[in-house]
């Protein structure tokens, strides 16, 4: 697994982009990759990471994610919970069908905002 961060907004959000390749022509990220037991602790440590520095909103664009366990949704859990530990908000954009319906079926979609779009997690993260 490969991550991405990259600051945006004027440096009030910092975007998360998950995958398997990072294509430097294009600025994006490749390859589908699974959040579970194996990768769970790499996603933890970023997000944590991106805490510690300071940065105060984060968007995590899930479109390469085509698999998450229940480790993977306690690492998206811890940084739900850590974001409102410290009165901040992480959200979820773009997740895959199946990402998508895990969440729906786990309630962590009632608890994390999700977007289907960069552009309307962006507003909402301004706001």
Known sequence: MEVI??????GKIIKVDIGTEYNKDNNEMLGSVELDIETQSQFVEIINSIFEEGSSKILVNMGNITYIDS????????????????KTKMVLVNPT??????????KM???MEIFDTE????KKLLT
Do not use: P
């Open 5 to 10: 961060k990259e600051t945006i907004e004027e």
């Open 119 to 122: 552009k309307d997690a962006i």
């Open 109 to 111: 979609s009632s608890k």
């Open 97 to 106: 069908k199946d990402v998508r319906r895990v969440l729906d079926i786990t």
């Open 71 to 86: 480790s993977g949704l306690w690492a998206l859990f811890e940084g739900h919970k850590k974001a409102c530990q410290k």
